[in-house]
């Protein structure tokens, strides 16, 4: 360590450059870090100097083993774990994306970063420095793009064939076009209102509107809302209210932007002629010895037969992880939990196996003296 932290060109590096560095030994270990304010503002450990880059971010994932960053099977994914091994491995400089979670809970942060890993010799030593830069806006700029230019068109698509159709039609056909062509219009605006309160849920200036709201009008929305949707065709959404006379005190438009990414993302994991599920019930807060844990509350849940990898299965709802080629914008999960948790204060969630296929589900609490009975 002191090697590295008098060497001269070392030094120099570390305060020239904008992009956060770290220094690492052969172990992924910190030896010296430089000022720049990625590393400043996320900086969660009091020291740095012999943390591996998980462990100084705070990754939840780094400690998950006792042996810490890179230990655990999910490590293999992380992109600055990839990038480090394989420059010491290869002595070469190699470049990845890495989606990090900086911290737990309400002050986590998701991180999307260009990591670039490079081996140097210094007094006949190898050390990595990494260098970090926040891609955070051309992540962002690149999944509105794909937004605008696929469910945007898609729909705009669909409603200029409607348009076409209600300048020739007549009688009942000309009644089903001005529905089909008002339900697009607002399938549209719902669509980019979507993007603005995404990033207004970012920038922490979303002010939820909590009113009193019923499931069954929530679903019977959402099942007219799907009802010509690009995305439902060849597919079968089954509805069905579990909980009859409960009432929500909630935003119902946050909350149906929640059940609307959840719906889309089972129907683009269920083939053709598949089903999707969405059902809502009432919990009791009751544990299985029958005692009282979180109170009353309304589950709603969306089925599909699909199966998420459980490799894929601890970053669903990191921002801007996909699995989807050319199509996917990594906003859906991250925008259910984002919205469904931080705003709405209920506990977004999945299940999912190669048996049962994959449920996610918004859970939300009841006030007292709220719902059927009570």
Not at 26 to 34: G, P, S, V
Request: net charge neutral; glycine share 10%; aromatic share 4%.
């Amino acid at each position: 360590m002191r090697t590295v932290s008098q060497s001269p060109i070392v030094s120099a590096l570390l305060e020239a450059v904008d992009a956060g560095l770290l220094v690492l030994n052969r172990e992924r270990q910190i030896l010296a870090t430089n000022r720049a304010p990625l590393l400043e503002n996320l900086r969660h450990a009091r020291r740095s100097i012999g943390l591996r880059p998980g462990e100084f971010f705070a990754c939840p994932r780094a400690a998950e083993q006792p042996q810490g960053c890179g230990a655990g099977e999910h490590c293999l994914a992380c992109g600055t774990f990839q990038a480090v091994t394989q420059s010491q491995a290869g002595g070469r400089t190699v470049e990845q994306e890495c989606l990090l979670t900086s911290g737990e809970g309400e002050n986590a942060t998701s991180l999307e970063l260009n990591v670039r890993a490079t081996q140097v010799d210094i007094d006949g030593k190898d050390y990595t420095v990494v260098s970090l830069r926040d891609i955070s806006h051309e992540k962002r700029r690149q999944a509105l793009e794909r937004v605008f230019f696929h469910d945007i068109l898609n729909t705009l698509s669909a409603l200029s064939n409607w348009t076409h159709l209600l300048n020739q039609a007549s009688g009942e056909r000309l009644d089903r076009a001005r529905e089909r062509v008002s339900r697009l219009v607002g399938q549209l605006e719902r669509e980019i209102q979507l993007q603005r309160t995404l990033l207004e849920a970012e920038q922490g200036t979303l002010r939820p509107q909590r009113v009193k709201v019923t499931p069954a009008a929530l679903l019977e929305d959402l099942q007219g809302m799907f009802a010509d949707a690009p995305s439902a065709q060849q597919r079968i959404l089954t509805v069905e209210d579990r909980c009859p006379g409960v009432e929500l005190v909630t935003d119902p438009v946050l909350l149906g932007r929640v059940l609307v990414n959840m719906v889309k993302n089972a129907f683009e994991a269920t083939p053709a002629e598949g089903q999707v599920r969405l059902w809502c019930e009432r919990e009791t807060g009751l544990n299985a010895d029958g005692e009282s844990e979180s109170g009353d509350a309304v589950a709603f849940n969306v089925h599909n037969p699909g199966e998420i990898p459980p490799a894929v299965a601890p970053r669903i709802f990191q921002r801007s992880f996909t699995t989807k080629a050319g199509t996917g914008h990594g906003l859906g999960t991250y925008g259910m939990r984002l919205l469904g948790e931080r705003y709405l204060g209920g506990k977004v969630s999945f299940a999912s196996s190669a048996a049962a296929g994959t449920v996610f589900s918004i859970r939300l609490p009841l006030p007292a003296a709220v719902g059927a009975g009570i």
